[in-house]
């Protein structure tokens, strides 16, 4: 079994930076891409970011320049660095895999909160 285990979030003000990491565990070697998801309140789920095993990356407009994912060495690891964080970027951040044999794995979120 595969588990998606995220830390890193937090509490932290306008302008200020965090830097999420997943970390998966269980009887699989790498993946094909890994991810992150947010959702805030009252709002559904978006694609913050994702990047291959090989290294492709993609964004949404809406944290392009200010985010930045990364693979771990193992493939089996992934970090979101937030800069320039803003309070709309509120919301729990879901880290995803995504194996060769296909399907999703989903970690259990971590909250992100930005003050004003």
């Known amino acids: 079994q595969v588990r998606l285990v995220e830390s890193g979030g937090g509490l932290v003000q306008a302008g200020g930076s965090l830097r999420l990491s997943c970390a998966a565990s269980?009887?699989?070697?790498?993946?094909?891409?890994m991810g992150w998801y947010r959702q805030a309140p009252g709002k559904q789920r978006e694609l913050v970011a994702s990047?291959?095993?090989?290294?492709?990356?993609n964004y949404a407009d809406s944290v392009k320049g200010r985010f930045t994912i990364s693979n771990g060495n193992a493939k089996k690891t992934v970090y979101l660095q937030m800069n320039s964080l803003k309070p709309e970027d509120t919301a729990v951040y879901s880290c995803?895999?995504?194996?060769?044999?296909?399907?999703?794995?989903w970690g259990q979120g971590t909250q992100v909160t930005v003050s004003s």
């Open positions: 990047v291959t095993s090989g290294g492709s990356t």
């Open positions: 269980g009887s699989i070697f790498s993946f094909n891409a």
């Open positions: 995803t895999a995504y194996p060769a044999s296909g399907g999703i794995y």
